[in-house]
């Protein structure tokens, strides 16, 4: 029976309850979700990325074009983020103690999300959700 139900569903469900999860979790130490990415993408390339890359970078993933410009703006109220001489971004200490202390609740949440699971359930699920993306993709449809 598993077999015949739409995979749209059950992975749109898993997607909000997840994505509920986490945002809520976040909510209640004053940072979203967004800020998360940009503290992450700032301190995670080899060199410093400029406003404009982290624009371009993360606005696929937001809500709208205009949300990850407010973010940094954001992070910059707050003391997270600043700017160097070569107008590249940079953590601040508060900023760096931020992105560690989201990255061990986030560590928290997928060990909730997880739970049960082992991590070859995991890779599998992931190979087959992958797969399904390359089905459609490939397809021409979309």
């Keep these: 029976m598993l077999a015949t139900q739409p995979i749209g569903y059950w992975s749109g469900l898993a997607h909000a309850a997840v994505t509920r999860q986490l945002r809520d979790a976040m909510a209640r130490i004053d940072v979203t979700q967004p800020q998360y990415w940009v503290l992450n993408r700032v301190n995670g390339g080899p060199s410093a990325p400029s406003r ?6 993360l606005t696929p993933l937001a809500d709208g074009p205009h949300e990850i410009a407010r973010v940094i703006d954001q992070l910059f ?56 993306v390359a089905n459609v993709e490939d397809n021409g449809d979309s």
Excluded at 52 to 57: A, D, F, G, P
């Design 77 to 132: 109220h707050r003391g997270w983020l600043r700017i160097d001489a070569r107008q590249r971004l940079q953590l601040t200490d508060a900023g760096e103690a931020a992105r560690v202390r989201l990255r061990e609740l986030v560590t928290e949440l997928r060990a909730v999300v997880h739970e049960g699971i082992s991590d070859e359930e995991y890779v599998a699920a992931l190979k087959v959700l992958r797969r399904m």
């Design 52 to 57: 404009e890359e982290v624009v371009i970078q």
